[in-house]
Structure formats: structure tokens, C-alpha cells
């Protein structure tokens, strides 16, 4: 077979995402008919219990939405739920008016209003789509797949997986017991003691080297919408080639992807391509992506694909299986806390799609701060970033907390440049974690006018401090 059904599998499993296949006349630009997404909700199964969330759905029903090579972002998004939203499409880079953050600059959509979105896509790969508020805790979250012109003659199957955290307890009653003063114990939290080379211990007082990893311990974290009592289970070839895109849409947890026994092959982070790293541990802070291309061995079996919760025992995912396999059951708690996320990986990246080599024509230091006591989170200093239009800047984040920050900026792709002050040409991508007492800097080319967020992409962080607006041009 020249070339495998994108998703075949997981339409068979009857599953989370089922997609059409792409024609491969279909080269051209799909602007006649705009498609469809209707924000709405669903009732899950987790843990024996009924649970209400949201759903993102395309016009056959299904969550998720596909594009084409060359295909504009047309869409009609309409609002079923009760109450008001807004969607924002996470690592493309639409006009500002577009982008889809309450306010900024249009308002949230009411409930049975219908907003259109039409604008050119720059550049294939795995996005993703989520609400911009305190909605996206309750799975306001699908994945957005654009798909590039080798795409139509890639030898290989597709499989999504799209990451949560869920909780039971509403996203608003969360954050109120954060802000209650009372951090890591009220919420049950996990921490892990670590040393900081190169660090006086002494200067951080009362925090005494302890870092902070989670800050809610949620009822269940879900792959596709399951949990592993009840994996999805994808079939695959005999030898055949799997590519992985796995999204982390988790609201406030990080996890590893394991392919366990599966040697895998990284093809690109945050929808942008990468020189190939081989490995079996992949860090995945929240909102990042991975594309993961993994062969299944001629003898055939079940192949687990897990994403473990950073420094706790439990853990979510899917099974990779050719047919009749035999299916054992997984446990959603592993045996081992799932590892500490770094930066070594990051500081092997190198991106295929990098930024012309010039020089920035700005510089600004952000201060990331913080703590769990008080649970007030700033980007001290990001207050004075702006640019010109077309000017590159660089700006280098330096985590004085004891948290991990995913620091997300809108409207434009960035390149890692520096970590700890170490110069390098890393990755292209639209997400990088900063974890405590490390720095991290990167490059933007500021090509996109308007006002555009700049956050962490933990939630709770977000909404209590941690985003500013950077302004681009002239914003009209």
C-alpha cells in the first residue's frame, strides 16, 4: 500500500476524531463552502461517572477539524452553548481581529450567535483550538490539523491524540481554592524536591528549594475522552509507520510521552518541523505538540502510548495494536512517578523552518514570579515589549518562581535562541516551557499587527496574573 488512509484506524475504533481522506487532486484552495463548528456539549463516561462537558464539533459531528493542503481557514463558528465563548486557534496566525480572545478586539460569542473566520494559513502542521477562558478546563478543546502537500503521499497512518485533565469540580470553584491562600495543600497537590546547580539554596527562603509541580490533583486525565480503564484502541500494520500528533490540551498538567518499546522518531514540535530526535520520553508542557513517527514491528502486539502526569504515578493514553492482538489490561496509575520535565530536550532541537539570520532589533527581560501561598502570578517587565512592524526582537524569560511556565505568544511563531544565556539556533514553535530558576530567550519577527497575547498557558496562572499584550504596529 503506497499510501495509508489518514485516521483509518481510529474512524474503525469509532473514535474521537474521524476525518475524510485528502483527494490527491485536491491542491486548490476550498474558499466556495465555508465549514462548520459548533461549540456545544456531551456527556462522558469517567471513572463510572457521568460527566458534562463541552464539545467542538465540524459539520459531520465529529470533534476536531481537518484542512487540506492550501485550504483557507473558512469557517462559521457558532455558539450552542448557554452561555458565552470564544475560540482561539492555537499556533496559526490569523489577522488580529481573528484570533479569538474575549475583548481583543471582538467580544465573546452569545449564545446562538454565529461568527465567520476567513484567512490564508501560513504553514502546515498539528494545532490545535480551545476556548480562551476558564471553559477550556471542561474540554472546550479540539485539535486543528492542517495538512501539507507531502502529506498526500506520506506511507503512513495518522493518529491524534488529543491530552486532558478533568476534574469534576467546576474550572471557577478550582481557582478559588488556589486563590484561598492555602496552595499545594488545599488543592492536593504534588511536589518534588530538586537541586538547582550553579544556585545559592539559601536566597529562596522560605521556598527551600521545593518545586512545585501540580497544583490540582484532577479525577482523571483522558486521551481522546478515555481514560486507560478504557483505552482507545487504534489498529495498525504489520510494519507499517504510525505518525503521531499528540496535543497537550491539559488545562494545568504536564506530562512525558512513552512509546515504551517503540523507538520514535520526533518530526516536529508546535506544528513546525525539526531535524529528526530518536528516543522513547518525549516532555510535553501544556499546549505544546509533538509529531512522533514510530514503526510497529513485523511481529505485530499492542503497542501503549501513555503520557504520564509530571512527578506523580498517574497516567493516560492509547494502545497501538495490530489485528488480533491480544489487548492486557493498563493501569491509570503507573508504578513510578512520571518524570520532572527539562529543557534537555529543548536544547537538542534544531528547526528545519528557522528565522532569517539577523539581528534583533530589540531586546527585553520578563521576570516570571509567583507563588503558591498567595497564588499571584506577573511577567514583570513584559508590560514595556512593543515593536515596529516587521522589527525582531528578543525576549528572555527568567523564572524566579518555583513553577514551570508554558509561555505562549500569539500571532506569530518565535525560534529558541538562548537558554540559561547559552546561545543556539533551537526550534521554531509557539510554546516553550520555562521551568523554575532557568531562563530561556527567544527571537520573533513582529510581522503580524495588533495587540497579541503573551502568557503562560497554565490556566490558572493566566487568569491570576501571568498575560500582557504586546503591540504590533498599528493596531487601527
Not at 483550538?129 to 476558564?134: D, E, F, S, W
Not at 506530562?255 to 518530526?267: E, I, N, P
Not at 493516560?316 to 489490561?329: E, H, R, V
Request: charge should be negative; glycine fraction near 10%.
Amino acid at each position: 500500500m503506497k499510501r495509508r488512509q489518514f485516521l483509518s484506524s481510529v474512524a474503525a475504533a469509532g473514535a474521537f476524531l474521524s476525518l475524510p481522506p485528502l483527494a490527491k487532486n485536491h491542491l486548490e484552495v476550498r474558499a466556495a463552502t465555508p465549514r462548520r463548528l459548533e461549540t456545544g456539549s456531551r456527556i462522558l463516561d469517567i471513572n463510572g461517572k457521568p460527566a458534562k462537558v463541552y464539545s467542538l464539533t465540524n459539520e459531520t459531528g465529529n470533534s476536531g477539524l481537518e484542512l487540506a493542503p492550501g485550504e483557507r481557514f473558512a469557517v462559521q463558528l457558532t455558539n450552542s452553548l448557554p452561555e458565552d465563548t470564544i475560540i482561539h486557534w492555537h499556533g496559526l496566525t490569523p489577522p488580529f481581529e481573528q484570533d479569538g480572545v474575549p475583548d481583543n478586539p471582538l467580544p465573546m460569542l452569545r449564545p446562538s450567535e454565529t461568527r465567520s473566520y476567513d484567512f490564508a494559513i501560513a504553514k502546515p502542521g498539528t494545532f490545535w483550538m480551545h476556548a480562551h477562558t476558564l471553559q477550556e478546563q471542561n474540554l472546550l478543546a479540539a485539535p486543528l490539523i492542517v495538512h501539507g502537500k507531502e502529506d498526500l503521499s506520506a506511507d503512513h497512518q495518522e493518529v491524534v491524540v488529543l491530552l486532558h485533565d478533568f476534574s469534576f469540580t467546576p474550572a471557577e470553584e478550582l481557582l478559588n481554592g488556589l486563590n484561598g491562600g492555602k496552595g499545594m495543600t488545599h488543592t492536593h497537590g504534588a511536589t518534588h524536591s530538586m537541586g538547582m546547580e550553579g544556585m545559592d539554596m539559601s536566597a529562596m527562603g522560605d521556598m527551600q528549594g521545593e518545586m512545585d509541580l501540580n497544583d490540582i490533583s484532577y479525577d482523571a486525565y483522558l486521551a481522546n475522552d478515555r481514560t486507560l480503564d478504557d483505552p482507545e484502541i487504534v489498529r495498525v500494520e504489520k510494519g507499517g509507520k504510525v505518525l503521531l500528533r499528540i496535543i497537550n490540551a491539559g488545562a494545568s498538567t504536564a506530562f512525558t510521552v512513552s512509546t515504551g518499546g517503540l523507538s520514535a522518531s520526533l518530526q516536529a514540535v508546535d506544528g513546525r518541523p525539526v531535524q529528526p530526535v530518536t528516543g522513547s520520553a518525549f516532555p510535553l508542557s501544556m499546549a505544546q505538540r509533538i509529531d512522533l513517527l514510530v514503526t510497529i514491528p513485523q511481529e505485530g502486539g499492542q503497542f501503549p502510548i501513555l503520557a504520564l502526569r509530571e512527578g506523580a504515578i498517574e497516567r493516560t493514553g492509547i494502545i497501538l495494536a495490530t489485528q488480533s492482538a491480544a489487548i492486557g489490561k493498563l493501569s491509570a496509575a503507573g508504578e513510578i512517578a512520571g518524570p520532572v520535565l527539562s529543557l534537555d530536550l529543548e536544547m537538542q532541537l534544531r528547526s528545519l523552518q528557522p528565522l532569517d539570520n539577523r539581528q534583533a532589533d530589540k531586546s527585553f527581560m520578563v521576570h516570571l514570579a509567583g507563588n503558591m501561598m498567595t497564588y499571584q502570578w506577573s511577567m514583570m517587565g513584559a508590560e514595556k515589549i512593543s515593536a515596529s512592524l516587521g522589527e525582531r526582537i528578543e525576549i528572555t524569560m527568567m523564572n524566579m518562581s518555583m513553577m514551570a511556565h508554558p509561555m505562549h505568544m500569539h500571532g506569530h511563531d518565535f525560534q529558541v535562541v538562548a537558554i540559561d544565556g547559552q546561545r543556539f539556533l533551537g526550534a521554531t514553535r509557539d510554546t516553550v516551557m520555562v521551568p523554575p530558576m532557568r531562563s530561556v530567550t527567544i527571537a520573533v519577527d513582529m510581522i503580524n499587527p495588533g495587540s497579541w497575547p503573551f502568557h503562560c498557558h497554565h490556566l490558572y496562572h493566566m487568569v491570576s496574573g501571568m498575560m500582557v499584550h504586546i503591540p504590533v504596529g498599528q493596531t487601527g
